[in-house]
T-cell receptor
Framework: KAGVTQTPRYLIKTRGQQVTLSCSPI?????VSWYQQTPGQGLQFLFE?????QRNKGNFPGRFSGRQFSNSRSEMNVSTLELGDSALYLC???WGTGLNEKLFFGSGTQLSVL | GENVEQHPSTLSVQEGDSAVIKCTYS??????FPWYKQELGKRPQLIID?????GEKKDQRIAVTLNKTAKHFSLHITETQPEDSAVYFC?????????FGKGTMLLVSP
């Protein structure tokens, strides 16, 4: 069974640009969550999608958005990039809510904003 | 305050020693407490979890204890080995999202 796949693995952008990251969950998983990881701040929750609906959203500005497709693949978009958006973006999939079950993480997309 | 607080932020031990990492949470409705291990340059992976209906769970050299009254849970690693060196994250459901602690960097010296 293939694991969670994130593309691209690395991205370099400049301030003001926008970026789209992709996440393909494990087959059969309906929930995809996104996290931002920065040194010293741990994993900060961005949002969760379940069956194409955003179920929860973390405390991030509206520049961060996402969506989920009918095949459960998910994308997140960051518009008007800022230097502080440089981070590792991880997605995780699970069968159900993700609140009380194992999360399977992808390898992440390392975003650098110059 | 933080929904999930994790201590210490770094922990250095000698091979063979025990290591303990503690987390506290604020949402009294939380009922699931996982621990993830992230090796350098790799993805986080679940190593053990506990549900609120038990107080302790063991899996070989690792164990997790839960004190619901005090709202804290701890990861215990015995007979540490160099391959245990990694960042460990605790997590707990907090107001409909799974909230992670800020992580503990464990370094096991041979």
């Amino acid at each position: 069974k293939a694991g969670v796949t994130q593309t691209p693995r690395y991205l370099i952008k400049t301030r003001g640009q926008q970026v789209t990251l992709s996440c393909s969950p494990i087959s059969g998983h309906r929930s995809v969550s996104w996290y931002q990881q920065t040194p010293g701040q741990g994993l900060q929750f961005l949002f969760e999608y379940f069956s194409e609906t955003q179920r929860n959203k973390g405390n991030f500005p509206g520049r961060f958005s996402g969506r989920q497709f009918s095949n459960s693949r998910s994308e997140m978009n960051v518009s008007t990039l800022e230097l502080g958006d440089s981070a590792l973006y991880l997605c995780a999939s699970s069968w159900g809510t993700g609140l009380n079950e194992k999360l399977f993480f992808g390898s992440g997309t390392q975003l650098s904003v110059l | 305050g933080e929904n999930v607080e994790q201590h210490p932020s770094t922990l250095s031990v000698q091979e063979g020693d025990s290591a303990v990492i503690k987390c506290t949470y604020s949402d009294s409705a939380s009922n699931y407490f996982p621990w993830y291990k992230q090796e350098l340059g790799k993805r986080p992976q679940l190593i053990i979890d506990i549900r609120s209906n038990v107080g302790e769970k063991k899996d070989q050299r690792i164990a997790v204890t839960l004190n619901k009254t005090a709202k804290h849970f701890s990861l215990h690693i015995t007979e540490t080995q160099p391959e245990d060196s990694a960042v460990y994250f605790c997590a707990a459901p907090a107001y409909s999202t799974l909230t992670f602690g800020k992580g503990t960097m464990l370094l096991v010296s041979p």
